[in-house]
């Protein structure tokens, strides 16, 4: 079992397109983060000329404010959390259904057992899924906090930083954010590990590579399309990890109980599917 899972790992955080959505979302993080800078130095000067002249918000230049989970200005954090499910399978969610049908599964479970490979396999496929999402996150945060001070943001400041008491975790941003920031780092890492393990798992019942992987994505475009036309007013909260994955910037505020039970469904949808194909034949 733990060469099987060291087998995997090193399967999924080695191949190409780990790569290639590693660097995408490292290059959307730092372009983020580098416009930020500007946006923050800009806001520097001005608030030097209106401090001579009325009250300002210090709290609000903070490292806090301007990263990428809680930023709602830039058009690469939007990107970045629009194509997030997409960059989560990109690494390995695809590799059950190729492994499959090349034959080359059949080849391990001559040397090993059915679950030990399956459990392997999709422990793989969401660690690196996590992964390609909580690196560029965490890298536009180191980039940031060596530029900008961690002030503590004062609840004063809510209309500099959009973030109500509605707002997931909202709470510990303005009394210890840096618990805030791990919360939403864990929560991205968990979202896109059982995602790409979703996806994963509909390669037991669909055996096209490219429909594994960008039909949940066009699924998640329709649910965004049917919440922001259809059911806004209606539906008073985010459902989709367009939005919910984020600290502001949306619609409506995410409520946990709902972002919970979207996780337990992944999951369990993932476990059921692995249970009901634990035995089937791998041809």
Same mark, same amino acid.
């Given at each position: 079992? %733990?060469?099987?899972?060291?087998?995997?790992?090193?399967?999924?955080?080695?191949?190409?397109?780990?790569?290639?959505?590693?660097?995408?979302?490292?290059?959307?993080?730092?372009?983020?983060?580098?416009?930020?800078?500007?946006? !923050?130095?800009?806001?520097?000067?001005?608030?030097?000329?209106?401090?001579?002249?009325?009250?300002?918000?210090?709290?609000?230049?903070?490292?806090?404010? &301007?990263?990428?989970?809680?930023?709602?200005?830039?058009?690469?954090?939007?990107? !970045?959390?629009?194509?997030?499910?997409?960059?989560?399978?990109?690494? &390995?969610?695809?590799?059950?259904?190729?492994?499959?049908?090349?034959?080359?599964? $059949?080849?391990?479970?001559?040397?090993?057992? %059915?679950?030990? &490979?399956?459990?392997?396999?999709?422990?793989?496929?969401?660690?690196? /899924?996590?992964?390609?999402?909580?690196?560029?996150?965490?890298?536009?945060?180191?980039?940031?906090?060596?530029?900008?001070?961690?002030?503590?943001?004062?609840?004063? /400041?809510?209309?500099?930083?959009?973030?109500?008491?509605?707002?997931?975790?909202?709470?510990?941003?303005?009394?210890?954010?840096?618990?805030?920031?791990? $919360?939403?780092?864990?929560?991205?890492? !968990?979202?896109? /590990?059982?995602?790409?393990?979703?996806?994963?798992?509909?390669?037991? &019942?669909?055996?096209?590579?490219?429909?594994?992987?960008?039909?949940?994505?066009?699924?998640?475009?329709?649910?965004?399309?049917?919440?922001?036309?259809?059911?806004?007013?209606?539906? %008073?909260?985010?459902?989709?990890?367009?939005?919910?994955?984020?600290?502001?910037?949306?619609?409506?505020?995410?409520?946990?109980?709902?972002?919970?039970?979207?996780?337990?469904? $992944?999951? /369990?949808?993932?476990?059921?599917?692995?249970?009901?194909? %634990?035995?089937?034949?791998? $041809?």
């Amino acid at each position: 079992m %733990r060469n099987m899972i060291k087998t995997e790992l090193g399967k999924a955080t080695r191949n190409f397109w780990f790569l290639v959505a590693l660097l995408v979302g490292c290059a959307l993080a730092l372009t983020s983060a580098i416009n930020n800078v500007n946006v !923050f130095e800009e806001t520097l000067i001005g608030a030097a000329y209106l401090g001579e002249h009325k009250w300002w918000d210090m709290s609000s230049s903070s490292v806090f404010k &301007y990263w990428i989970v809680t930023d709602f200005i830039q058009p690469a954090t939007f990107l !970045f959390f629009l194509l997030l499910p997409l960059l989560a399978v990109l690494p &390995y969610a695809w590799s059950y259904g190729v492994e499959k049908k090349s034959g080359y599964a $059949l080849n391990v479970l001559a040397r090993t057992s %059915r679950k030990s &490979y399956l459990f392997a396999k999709f422990l793989a496929v969401f660690i690196s /899924g996590g992964l390609v999402i909580t690196i560029p996150i965490v890298l536009n945060f180191v980039f940031l906090a060596c530029i900008m001070p961690a002030r503590l943001p004062d609840i004063y /400041g809510i209309i500099f930083f959009g973030i109500n008491e509605r707002s997931l975790f909202s709470s510990f941003f303005y009394t210890n954010p840096l618990v805030y920031c791990l $919360l939403f780092i864990g929560l991205n890492f !968990f979202f896109a /590990g059982l995602w790409a393990m979703f996806t994963s798992a509909l390669s037991f &019942y669909l055996k096209n590579r490219v429909v594994v992987t960008i039909a949940p994505f066009l699924f998640l475009l329709f649910v965004k399309f049917l919440h922001d036309n259809v059911l806004l007013g209606i539906l %008073r909260t985010e459902i989709t990890p367009f939005a919910f994955l984020r600290g502001t910037g949306t619609n409506y505020s995410a409520d946990i109980a709902i972002v919970s039970l979207i996780l337990l469904f $992944l999951l /369990g949808f993932t476990l059921v599917l692995a249970w009901q194909n %634990r035995k089937k034949d791998i $041809l």
